[in-house]
């Protein structure tokens, strides 16, 4: 399981999910450019110290990422565009779960090139969650799925 972020945009999201993808051990992919220096007092301050625990890797744009995508693993976007509930999803350990950017998503060639698209069901009228709070929400499900939580320390 790992997750991706596509051009993140918001110093604070990419921080705070690094951190959590630190405390879970699931590796995170960021895509760039990003919207922010990662020497950005912001994205040091909500990683904290987890930041440096993460296991990251950093693809200087869409190209470089889809290339290094290793076989078997599918490229799941969690997007307000989709259909299908991630609640009904039967996820797989080696699947990618993407994010998009706070400010425009991803576009259509992004969309096209995922194996799956995702939502999180919200009441009527909402537009959509803080990122850091959709990674979470579906790698908690994805990682409860495939038995990937950390043991207990």
């Known amino acids: 399981m790992r997750l991706a972020l596509y051009q993140p945009d918001i110093p604070q ?40 625990r993460a296991v990251m890797r950093r693809h200087p744009n869409w190209a470089a990422f889809a290339a290094q995508r290793e076989d078997g693993a599918r490229l799941l976007l ?17 699947d990618v ?25 919200m009441v009527a009228g909402a537009r959509s969650l803080n990122i850091a709070v959709a990674a979470a929400m579906v790698l908690g499900e994805a990682l409860r799925q495939t038995g990937g939580w950390p043991a207990l320390t």
């Open 13 to 52: 999201n990419a921080g705070t999910i690094l951190r959590m993808a630190a405390c879970l051990g699931v590796p995170v992919d960021i895509i760039e450019p990003a919207g922010f220096q990662f020497s950005d007092r912001h994205f040091r301050r909500a990683g904290l110290d987890y930041a440096q």
């Open 78 to 94: 969690l997007t307000t565009r989709a259909e299908e509930a991630y609640t009904r999803f039967p996820f797989a350990a080696a």
């Open 97 to 121: 779960l993407l994010v998009g950017r706070e400010s425009a998503g991803v576009p259509d060639e992004v969309h096209a090139a995922a194996d799956a698209r995702l939502r999180i069901p």
